[in-house]
């Protein structure tokens, strides 16, 4: 999951008909069909990939103290999204 997000920031990033093609394909070969249609029809795909690695994030098993600090590094990309 967290590739989506690396993939849609770069996606973000390049000019609007460089990659379009090739990112799309990618997310419906590597992600759910809704997880990756959800990603793809966002208005800003790489905060619709941190939305999904934050609700994986509170599938996990473990402590709510780990969750948490998972949960602060999501919120530093976040921030450094702007």
Do not use: C
């Not at 590597?30 to 994986?56: G, M």
């Amino acid at each position: 999951m967290t590739w989506a997000f690396v993939r849609s920031m770069k996606r973000h990033l390049s000019p609007p008909g460089e990659d379009e093609e090739d990112y799309i394909a990618e997310m419906k070969s590597r992600l759910t069909p809704e997880q990756a249609e959800a990603i793809i029809s966002a208005a800003h795909r790489p905060n619709r990939a941190l939305y999904d690695l934050s609700v994986a994030i509170e599938k996990l098993p473990m402590h709510f103290l780990r969750k948490d600090e998972l949960n602060k590094n999501l919120s530093i990309f976040e921030d450094t999204l702007g």
